[in-house]
């Protein structure tokens, strides 16, 4: 279903549309509006299953081992000596 709605735009803004429906990439004004608001929406979800993914890894490194300074840095050392050889 299609909504009428009506918006304002900054000249600018009006400029870009208009110029991406002259250069025939947009049907119309209307259409380049649609296609920012669903990038948007689209960018919103992702940001919503990023943040969803990195607290489900925080949950998983928080239950796992902890590692002490000073192991870490063996670990480290052992890695760099063994890319060296």
């Known amino acids: 279903?299609?909504?009428?709605?009506?918006?304002?735009?900054?000249?600018?803004?009006?400029?870009?549309?208009?110029?991406?429906?002259?250069?025939?990439?947009?049907?119309?004004?209307?259409?380049?509006?649609?296609?920012?608001?669903d990038l948007l929406r689209q960018r919103d979800e992702d940001a919503r299953l990023e943040r969803a993914a990195l607290r489900q890894l925080l949950l998983q490194r928080a239950d796992g081992?902890?590692?002490?300074?000073?192991?870490?840095?063996a670990g480290l050392a052992a890695r760099r000596a063994a890319r060296a050889e």
């Open 1 to 37: 279903m299609t909504v009428k709605s009506s918006i304002s735009l900054r000249d600018d803004q009006h400029a870009f549309a208009k110029a991406l429906v002259d250069d025939g990439r947009f049907p119309s004004v209307s259409a380049v509006v649609q296609q920012g608001l």
């Open 65 to 73: 081992p902890v590692v002490g300074a000073a192991d870490l840095r």
